[in-house]
Structure formats: C-alpha cells, structure tokens
C-alpha cells in the first residue's frame, strides 16, 4: 500500500506564478480532501470530494484557488495567481466514506 | 471553524510519565477522533471512538467520550520519546463527510 501520494514536496515559487499541487489517492478510496495548514490557523479542509465530485468548496479561500479531480486516482490542487499569504503546507487526504483519513505528507509552499 | 479544541496547547513531559490531552466540540457528532502528526509528515490516525461509546483503548491510548460535556480525552501511558508529535482530535459533521480538526496539542516527551 503505497498510501497517498502527493508531489512536489517542496515549491517555492514567486508571487503572480500558477502553482499546481498534485495528489494520488489510495487506490480504492472514494473520498478525497485538500487542506492547508499553517501556524496561525490550523488545519483548514479547503474542499473535498466524494466519488469524484466536488462536494463542498466553501473552504477555498478565493477564487485564486481551483481544484479537480479528473478521475479516482488524481486529483490538482492551482493557485493562479500565487500570493505570499499562500504561502503553507498543504495536505492531501483520502478515505472510503466516513472512514478515517489517510494523509500525505504534504507540499510544503513558499511564495515569495 | 474549527470545531474541537484541545488543551492544553502545549505539554512536556519525561519519558515514562502519562500525558493527558483533552477536547472539546460544539455541535452533535457521529464520531470523534484523534490523530497524530509527526514534525514535516502528514497527520495520523490512532483511533476513533463512536458517540455510543464511553471509552476505547488502543496499546497505550486510552480515549474517553463524555457526549454530555462534549469532550474528549486522550490518555498516552507509559510515554516515550518517540511519542513527540502534534496531536489532534477530529469530529464528523452529520453528514459523515467533513472531518472538521481541532488546533491540535504538540506533546514534548524528554528522554
């Protein structure tokens, strides 16, 4: 079980630039979540999906922020254009309905 | 909105001694649970208990309910310092889909 997937690791990237984050989910998994976190506020859910649809995006911050999930076994996370205020990491999540989360272990961003 | 809140925010403590964080949340849950997040790794799960249930145990987790309080406790016996890490409690919305995180508790055990 190779457990969620998520790429780059690491992205530092100017102000204005797109940043596109990646995320795999485990195979089998019909739920999947997109999270930011930082000092100041925690663990924020910014939208998740349930058998690929958008179930609820109230948590996306503006309309900077886009996400799609094409199919079961990917799914993006675009920031367009980035701001040094997104700068955070941000997780990937994924579980069967209901069930406990499996994370990633991030993409660490820094806009500068 | 965050809907647990843990306490304290911050614990140390020796290798070997019991550390006890706790939670509170504001609206019914299905479920409560409590995760761990190690330093630059994504979060954990240890163990979910059910609104039904008073008490779970995991090795050496021991999670409490108190459904009437809307609080949560979780109990690491025995720690070590391996047990270093940030924890958070995590309730469900009626729904089952939204998993909303509390700000989390970053436990320090000394070797």
């Known amino acids: 079980d190779a457990g969620v997937i998520q790429s780059p690791r690491h992205e530092v990237t100017e102000m204005g630039q797109e940043v596109t984050l990646r995320c795999k989910p485990i195979s089998g998994h019909n739920s999947l979540f997109w999270y930011r976190q930082t000092m100041m506020r925690g663990l924020e859910l910014l939208i998740y999906f349930n058998n690929n649809v958008p179930i609820d995006d109230s948590g996306m911050p503006e309309d900077r922020f886009s996400a799609k999930m094409p199919n079961a076994s990917f799914s993006t996370l675009k920031i367009q254009p980035s701001e040094p205020r997104d700068s955070a990491v941000y997780f990937c999540?994924?579980?069967?309905?209901?069930?406990?989360?499996?994370f990633g272990d991030g993409t660490r961003l820094s806009i500068l | 909105s965050q809907q647990g809140e843990e306490d304290p925010q911050a614990l140390s403590i020796q290798e070997g001694e019991n550390a006890t964080m706790n939670c509170s949340y504001k609206?019914?849950?299905?479920?409560l649970q409590w995760y761990r997040q190690n330093s630059g790794r994504g979060l954990v799960h240890l163990i979910l208990?059910?609104?039904?249930?008073r008490e779970k145990h995991s090795g050496r987790l021991r999670v409490t309910l108190d459904t009437s309080k809307k609080s949560s406790s979780l109990l690491i016996t025995a720690s070590r310092a391996a047990d270093t890490a940030s924890y958070f409690c995590a309730t469900d919305d009626t729904g089952g889909f939204k998993t909303i995180f509390g700000a989390g508790t970053r436990l320090f055990v000394k070797a």
């Open positions: 999540a994924s579980s069967l309905q209901a069930q406990p989360q499996h």
């Open positions: 208990i059910r609104s039904n249930e």
């Open positions: 609206t019914s849950i299905n479920n």
